[in-house]
């Protein structure tokens, strides 16, 4: 099976939500008139409000199933073609049971005249690695996702990851090991240190797109905001990288612009056969596990009694 | 025996290596670019930006970043003399302007400066320093108001982490491309982005008092003070640092600088009295 995928990357207006979603809708119309016809359409961290919003999160954040209903109506809106059809999987803020989160949410989008009950969210994944350091600051400003979930699309077997839950090798593991084969990640990366042949944080993606792609043979769907705010500027460069780490297509690092590629699934397979490193982790799993537990026990309490 | 194998051994730290401060030019000055247009253009809606032009590398790199980025024709230079200025510094800024074809206006500060200072018989140069930097400031930003064009700051990191500028003056500037960029990076990016040797080449100086030079006021060089500040901000402890053959001298001025001077890096001490207090629990981003 092959799929049309599309990453986009644009420059969002800080805490504007209705004219980020309008800016989103420009992409899918976009798109719409793009042969052949996308499937997936991945968008970045956070797209619909800029990243660093500090207290303003509380202000911008949506809960899950009014992002999901913008979303389709601007999509029915901008495409008017009957029986079109559109995943897409977007960042935003979310207000959820009283919590907001940072969170990338997977829907199914449908035309008007199609049938309705096809137009659905499919996952809602909550970020699980909140960076606070340095530049950043989010475990101040919202709660932290507790899981790491695959989930099945009309497209295949999919995960989601954001930002710094890609730059633990253990997400993308988790994932894979779960069926994905197919791990989009959001992101919204501020560019920093210049000394290297391109920007240290890019450096480091193109080291940790293709470290997931080829150690678990999926295909990964990189979509990286772009713009400045406040001096610190995200570093686009949206990109599809196949199963063997090969990237397919790459975007600019300060220019919007929608990437494509043809994802065939089918590589999937072949990828994992030449080099079966997922099947060799899956069969040593049992040992794996039970070292993260012997890690994860809770110190011994070495208090002497008098001091308890 | 068997056959003695190569060791190969990593190479010492050396203190005379510039290898940690080195930039991707290129990359860098695009980069700065795309701030200026989206900083200046996209988020503030301004098409003009006005930089003071003293005739020094700074604000001459930031002339020629910003007429990159925004096009000569919407870049303002403003030289602003006082009567002990170096005639080199006009000249140097004149050229700048010319060689980027942007608009230079020049503005005497001189009656204003003496104006006041009329009042205060006993200043001394450090305080007639500071006069000329706050009236320049006001002259910037009123021409600002007048011409619809941000001001745009030109303050580098060196200068910000000793304190080597006058407070809510060269630092008030709402945008500046060049403060995260130690002097010797500025030096390297203004060579390549075709700023006039003249000016890359001749000692840095707030030029407030004849014949005054950056390093001299310092006491150290532009190069080892850049060396030193780039191990301490990532956390290398003094004694690291001579261990690694800088001169403990050296290590304790910069440190003692960059030490005394946390307070003109932040706004001023406000008492907080509530659990709404700006910059301690509200908290919104300056773009937002």
New interface residues.
């Given amino acids: 099976m092959a799929i049309e995928v599309a990453a986009a990357q644009i420059?969002p207006k800080?805490?504007d939500y209705d004219r980020n979603l309008a800016a989103v809708g420009d992409v899918m119309e976009q798109l719409s008139h793009d042969q052949p016809a996308a499937d997936l359409l991945v968008l970045p961290e956070t797209v619909l409000s800029?990243y660093?919003?500090?207290?303003?999160v509380r202000e911008v954040a949506r809960p899950a199933k009014q992002v999901f209903e913008d979303l389709l109506r601007t999509y029915r809106n901008r495409v008017r073609e009957p029986g079109a059809v559109l995943d897409v999987a977007v960042g935003f803020y979310e207000l959820a049971d009283g919590q907001y989160y940072n969170s990338g949410l997977y829907a199914t989008l449908t035309s008007d005249g199609t049938d309705a009950e096809d137009a659905r969210i499919v996952h809602v994944h909550r970020k699980f690695f909140l960076p606070t350091y340095g530049v950043f600051d989010e475990k101040r400003f919202v709660s932290r996702g507790r899981t790491v979930q695959a989930f099945d699309t009309r497209l295949g077997r999919t995960a989601i990851l954001i930002c710094e839950d890609a730059w633990h090798s253990v997400t993308g593991t988790l994932a894979a090991l779960q069926g994905a084969q197919i791990i989009l990640v959001l992101s919204a990366s501020p560019?920093r240190e210049?000394?290297?042949?391109?920007?240290g944080n890019l450096e480091r993606w193109d080291v940790l797109l293709k470290g997931i792609a080829e150690e678990h043979g999926v295909f990964v769907v990189y979509a990286g905001l772009i713009?400045?705010?406040?001096?610190k500027?995200f570093t686009g460069s949206s990109r599809v990288v196949d199963p063997w780490g090969r990237t397919l297509v790459r975007g600019p690092?300060?220019e919007p612009c929608i990437v494509r590629a043809q994802a065939h699934l089918d590589d999937v397979a072949v990828a994992r056969a030449a080099t079966p490193l997922l099947a060799d982790l899956d069969a040593a799993l049992r040992d794996v596990a039970a070292h993260f537990e012997m890690l994860a026990r809770p110190p011994a309490d070495t208090r002497r009694p008098h001091e308890r | 025996m068997s056959a003695r194998l190569p060791i190969l051994r990593a190479p010492a730290a050396d203190p005379e290596s510039d290898a940690d401060l080195k930039i991707n030019e290129p990359v860098l000055a695009e980069w700065l670019i795309a701030f200026l247009r989206d900083e200046v253009v996209e988020r503030r809606g301004f098409e003009k930006a006005i930089v003071g032009i003293s005739g020094g590398v700074d604000s001459s790199l930031t002339a020629f970043l910003c007429a990159r980025a925004l096009g000569p024709e919407h870049v303002i230079g403003v030289r602003m003399p006082y009567r002990t200025s170096s005639p080199d510094s006009l000249a140097h800024a004149q050229l700048v302007a010319d060689v980027l074809g942007i608009e230079c206006r020049t503005v005497d500060i001189s009656p204003a400066v003496d104006g006041y200072l009329a009042t205060q018989p006993d200043a001394d140069a450090r305080r007639k320093g500071n006069v000329m930097a706050r009236i320049r400031m006001i002259v910037l930003f009123d021409l600002s108001a007048a011409l619809g064009a941000l001001p745009v700051g030109t303050g580098n990191k060196t200068e910000r982490l000793f304190g080597y500028f006058t407070w809510h003056a060269d630092d008030s500037p709402p945008v500046n491309p060049l403060g995260d960029l130690f002097k010797t990076q500025v030096w390297s990016l203004a060579r390549y982005m075709g700023v006039p040797e003249a000016i890359v080449n001749k000692p840095a100086s707030a030029d407030l008092i004849v014949g005054q030079t950056d390093e001299d006021d310092f006491g150290i060089s532009y190069a080892r003070a850049d060396r030193i500040l780039f191990y301490l901000l990532r956390g290398f402890t003094v004694d690291r640092l001579v261990e690694m053959g800088f001169p403990s001298s050296d290590v304790m001025l910069v440190k003692s600088k960059l030490d005394s001077t946390h307070w003109k890096r932040h706004m001023p001490t406000t008492a907080m009295l509530s659990t709404t207090s700006i910059n301690d629990y509200y908290l919104r981003p300056v773009d937002y």
Avoid: Y
């Fill in positions: 420059r800080k805490a800029g660093f919003l500090e207290g303003g560019g210049f000394g290297g042949k391109s920007i713009g400045f705010e406040g001096g500027g690092v300060t």
